[in-house]
């Protein structure tokens, strides 16, 4: 189900389980099992969800183990992991902090991934925030903007159609070296997350798309339109899909406390809430849900696809 910024409001989701932040992960996610990921995966597969998304984090300094906890499942084998027990459903790094690692080591990774999958990965990249993760691995953490630059370029190469691709940067260069398999894309969707000045940015010059971190709703039209101003100044004649995470939701009406920021009720007022996402020229949305089981999490999966996507227009 591809993304297109010509086409109707899509809409996707973190997937919950494999990343446990205290910002969004919901109590019963600690106590859960790989089955509960697969039924939640699975749940997205058979909907109209375009795709499902997974965090990465190598390590996580005691520092901030309260907030953001431990639990960091890795992206490519998680997605892997689902791929097998999916067909149709995207699978997204959102995001993939490919400056830890070689580009070609996220290459090997990553195309692997997408053919398995039959061609349904899309590449989400970020520069990372964490220092201590970048200082264990060995990698540059004060210069990751311009390593991230430069990796993107790199792994535009190294993801390509050629067996042995060829890259020449000021801290990457290789040639000479096969890489098979193959992607099953011919050209791999390259997102760029974050919402600083240099993200948007790096978004906008190198990017297939852009994923905000969190911009609410009042920040997002300034945002976009410096990204489409800063992409034609750099002469990129492509379009961008423009993503957007959209506040909590619950579809009905809650029995429980859902928190001030939930968007809850009937379906129609949930629709015509996030319609107001593609009127400021967002492509797509990734949305999360208030649950307190993986059954209500399913359900309000379900719910969604069956009473609120109509009314998307999608």
């Not at 106590?31 to 109209?48: F, S």
């Not at 801290?171 to 997350?193: K, N, T, Y």
């Not at 579809?251 to 406390?257: K, L, M, T, Y």
Request: net charge negative; glycine share 10%.
């Amino acid at each position: 189900m591809p993304i297109a910024p010509n086409g109707p409001l899509s809409y996707g989701m973190q997937l919950p389980v494999q990343s446990q932040s205290a910002i969004y992960a919901e109590p019963w996610e600690a106590a859960a099992t790989p089955a509960d990921l697969v039924r939640v995966a699975r749940a997205a597969d058979r909907g109209g969800f375009a795709y499902i998304a997974g965090c990465d984090h190598v390590a996580i300094p005691r520092r901030l183990a309260a907030g953001m906890s431990t639990v960091w499942y890795d992206p490519v084998a998680t997605l892997s992991f689902l791929a097998g027990v999916t067909e149709r459903v995207l699978l997204m790094s959102h995001v993939a902090v490919v400056g830890l690692r070689h580009p070609l080591i996220s290459a090997k990774q990553y195309a692997t991934l997408d053919h398995l999958s039959g061609g349904r990965l899309v590449l989400g990249v970020g520069a990372g925030h964490v220092r201590e993760e970048f200082e264990a691995v060995g990698a540059d953490f004060d210069g990751r903007g311009g390593v991230l630059d430069e990796s993107i370029d790199a792994l535009r190469a190294a993801l390509g159609p050629e067996e042995y691709p060829e890259f020449a940067g000021e801290l990457f260069s290789f040639s000479g070296l096969g890489q098979l398999p193959r992607p099953a894309q011919e050209r791999v969707p390259v997102w760029v997350g974050g919402s600083s000045p240099a993200a948007v940015r790096r978004a906008a010059v190198r990017g297939d798309g852009w994923l905000p971190q969190g911009d609410p709703r009042d920040r997002l039209p300034a945002q976009i339109a410096r990204l489409h101003a800063l992409r034609e100044e750099a002469g990129v004649d492509a379009p961008i899909v423009v993503g957007a995470i959209t506040e909590p939701l619950y579809v009905g009406e809650p029995g429980w406390s859902v928190g001030r920021r939930t968007i809850s009720g009937k379906p129609e007022a949930l629709a015509e809430s996030l319609r107001e996402y593609a009127a400021i020229g967002v492509h797509q949305i990734q949305v999360r849900f208030r649950s307190r089981s993986v059954d209500e999490l399913t359900d309000q999966m379900a719910a969604f696809d069956a009473d609120v996507a109509p009314h998307l227009g999608t």
